[in-house]
């Protein structure tokens, strides 16, 4: 068990003001972009090295040279995009979604908005998460799933693989429906749904 | 409370606004809006207390005094709301709730492919999109389109087509359906669906067109698909047509014929010169307003009280009813024991019915989990919002489903200060103060004082002076004291968020925790901290004991099992009695900029053209959880 009491430093803040805790678990690093801002807490894991292995299935198959492989394989694909002021909450997962694409299992990127929080164990294979989306503890967001600007997955919820969940929609249960609209206020500095900033702030400070 | 502690909600004025009877008015709840302009009548029933004169409001503010808020009053439900769900009307000058709001529709649109659907077509589409988006039958996933070949080649792809649910693995292979092509799903369901026996396994495609000479007046976008396969369907119609047992339709087709059927009936029979009514309103049913009509008109009973010659009234020509299957007659089965026998087969069991839910959403006759059909998905509306009272529109947002933008968005937030509330660190025992634990506030142990700090922020561009005041001892079963350190300040104006970035200085609520280790302890009648457009005040807040907890008898039990079990039980019976909430009121007054159909009002304006404005409610303070005991 992990003492109670961070250690002295728990976080790392790099030259654009991220915060990644040094517990977290950050696989290829080199296929990941944080906007700034963002912070990483303990035990969340980023699973950079799923991102697209285009070339390789395209350039062992015979038939087609000319595929539209990865023009250059120098440089290196992004698997995960986060924006500013978005928040990996505790032992959240991180995951690049993938589908079975003509016989073919490719990962696709992550991108994930600005202000975004992502709650405690929770485990994302979305596409996208829009900005302002505020994903609840322990909820599941399936492969290749959309969430919009604004969207609310409520604590808990499964939302199915290839989901579309409209702006300002709150989302919950298993599996999750829509089940109704934050107010017109979401999101202003703030108040609810617009705490990004103070949630960094406040973030590694003794 | 859903929400975590610390919360705050905010009460809208409407809740305690009685019916407009000057018998009751003196007993709103509601402060007195002293806007020194009078509003127009019609907006009485809003802000009634604008009409009061100078002596009344005096009084009127007094019986407000005696009358808190209590947030655990039945009534409070329906007027508590979390701050970024309110509005505000710049007419009324109030805040507005969703129960004071009436709400037109924007558009519509799928909320699975997030496109708009022209509301022409919204009718006729049945509320649900028209494309390739469903829901799955079984557990409401949205069901994807997906091959069965596996077509590893880079060549088009060649269907068959399903659509499959990515959370329960449904898919319409389960109940026999495939697609020729991977678009106009929903076209290609209905054809299927229409033509072919509802319940029968073999959902193969021969469509036996019995009713194919029946104009569908529901889907009138199956018209596209209805030309394209035009060809395809007179080869079939030759077939089972004139079989005598063709097999019934879908529930779809058969209503569609039944309206046909009874459309063309009324036609035929009635012959009335009333009968345009039932066309022109659009009234079907047989006839029914066509007699209430004739009642009234010159034909029938008037004519004959008032001395019209007493000709036998001709009786209304007589309908028939639905007659064959092909005009939607359909006869119940005397004998289900097919049904009964399905039900108590080893094979259908419990898992193949379909649940109450499930069948919920599907037609009448579906039983089992085969009859289930793929939802198309309901489609979602963008709703413009207008005040109730004066038909100000107060949300407008931009019509495109994919914008989050706004042409006019009105929110409370914009208007009165924003308020949160954070516990301030024990400081009592520890001599750092900024080490100090801050209180668990799922367990505030009672009769020990805590602090807790109150922000406002102000997002007007004018400087806002505010009052706050509470209830010395909050109502409910738990008397928890509460004390407003310095009840009265300002704060200052908002400005550019460019002034903010340039200034540079630190963003509110940053310097709190160097502050607080210099400012030490709470003192009354100062503020805590203060920003630019923001300013922090100290609340005491004394938890009381919770009825019959450990606390009131001897302290310190160490057996507190069985009392726990007690006091859950008591906490239970009264639902959340030992969340601490507590009432706040505000009351703001801030020099605004006066408008042009003000001005000349000007009682209270001042000379720079500026009119004070006044705006006061409740807010209650969800601070945290009571303990037990001790």
Known sequence: MPPPKAAKGEYIETDTGNKISRRSQIHGTQHIILGGKTVIQAEAVIRGDLFRTATLPTSTDPNNPSAPAAPNPNTPSVAITVGRYSYISKSAILRPPSRLHRGVHSFYPLKIGDHVFVGEGAVVEAASLGNHVHVGKGAAVGSMAIIKDYAYVLDGAVVPPGMVVPSWCIVGGRPARIVGEVGEGYGVEGAEGGMARERYRVVGRP | ?630
């Not at chain 2, 569908?216 to 007179?234: G, I, M, T």
């Not at chain 2, 706004?406 to 024990?426: E, K, V």
């Not at chain 2, 903010?500 to 709190?512: I, V």
């Open chain 2, 1 to 630: 409370m859903s929400r975590p502690f610390p919360y705050t909600y905010i009460s809208c004025p409407c809740a305690d606004t009685p019916v407009p009877d000057p018998a009751r008015k003196r007993k709103s709840r509601e402060s007195p809006q002293k806007s020194p302009q009078k509003p127009p009548p019609e907006r009485a029933n809003t802000d009634q207390g604008k009409k009061l004169s100078a002596k009344e409001e005096q009084r009127g503010e007094d019986e407000d005094e005696e009358q808190t808020f209590d947030p655990r009053s039945p009534r409070s439900n329906f007027s508590l709301y979390p701050p970024e769900q309110l509005l505000y009307c710049e007419e009324c000058h109030q805040i507005k709730c969703p129960r004071c709001i009436t709400e037109e529709i924007v558009s519509w649109y799928c909320p699975s492919c997030l496109f708009e659907t022209p509301s022409s077509m919204v009718r006729s589409d049945g509320n649900r999109c028209g494309r390739n988006c469903f829901n799955c039958p079984v557990c409401t996933a949205p069901l994807a389109v997906s091959t069965i070949e596996n077509a590893t080649g880079n060549g088009p792809q060649q269907g068959p087509w399903v659509l499959s649910c990515g959370y329960c693995l449904w898919t319409t292979l389960d109940i026999g359906i495939k697609f020729d092509k991977p678009t106009n799903i929903r076209s290609q369901l209905q054809k299927m669906t229409d033509s072919t026996a509802s319940g029968a396994f073999d959902r193969s495609r021969q469509a036996s067109r019995t009713f194919g000479d029946l104009k569908h007046p529901l889907s009138s976008y199956a018209s596209v698909d209805e030309q394209s396969n035009a060809r395809e369907r007179d080869e079939e119609q030759a077939g089972p047509k004139e079989d005598p047992a063709a097999p019934p339709m879908g529930p779809d087709a058969r209503f569609a014929a039944l309206k046909n059927f009874y459309r063309t009936q009324i036609a035929e029979t009635s012959n009335s010169p009333n009968d345009q009514l039932s066309s022109e309103f659009g009234f079907s049913s047989p006839g029914a307003l066509n007699r209430l009509m004739s009642l009234y008109t010159s034909s029938s009973r008037l004519s004959g009280l008032y001395g019209g010659s007493k000709k036998p009234k001709s009786k209304p020509p007589v309908m028939r009813e639905a007659l064959t299957a092909s005009e939607g007659l359909q006869i119940a089965p005397e004998d289900e024991k097919d049904m009964i026998a399905r039900l108590q087969s080893p094979e259908c069991g419990w898992d193949g019915m379909a649940s109450i839910d499930q069948r919920a959403t599907q037609s009448p006759d579906a039983r089992f989990v085969d009859d289930l059909l793929p939802l198309p998905v309901l489609l979602r509306t963008k709703r413009a919002k207008r005040c109730k009272s004066c038909k100000h529109i107060l949300v407008k947002p931009e019509t495109k489903p994919q914008s989050t933008r706004f042409r006019i968005r009105l929110i409370a937030l914009s208007y009165i200060p924003l308020p949160t509330l954070r516990p301030l660190a024990l400081s009592s025992s520890s001599a750092l103060p900024a080490m100090a634990p801050t209180p668990d506030l799922n367990s505030l142990p009672p009769l020990r004082p805590i602090h807790v700090l109150l922000t406002l922020k102000n997002h007007m561009f004018d400087p806002v002076r505010i009052t706050l005041a509470t209830p010395p001892v909050t109502p409910g079963h738990v008397a928890t004291k509460v004390t407003v350190l310095s009840p009265q300040f300002e704060i200052g104006a908002n400005s550019d968020v460019w002034d903010e970035a340039l200034q540079g200085g630190s963003a509110p609520l940053t310097s709190d925790s160097r502050s607080a280790v210099l400012r030490g302890v709470p003192e009354a009648g100062k503020v805590w901290d203060k920003g630019r457009n923001w300013t922090t005040v100290v609340l005491e807040v004394v938890p009381g004991t919770l009825p019959g907890s450990s606390a009131e008898g001897g302290d310190g039990n160490p057996d507190t099992e069985t009392n726990d079990e007690d006091v859950l039980a008591v906490a239970a019976s009264k639902q959340d009695g030992d969340v601490l909430e507590i009432p706040v009121f505000v009351h703001m007054d801030w020099d605004a900029d006066a408008q042009l159909d003000q001005q000349n009002v000007g009682k209270g304006s001042k000379p720079d053209d500026k009119v004070t404005r006044e705006l006061a409610y409740w807010m209650v303070l969800g601070v945290g959880r009571i303990q037990a005991s001790l």
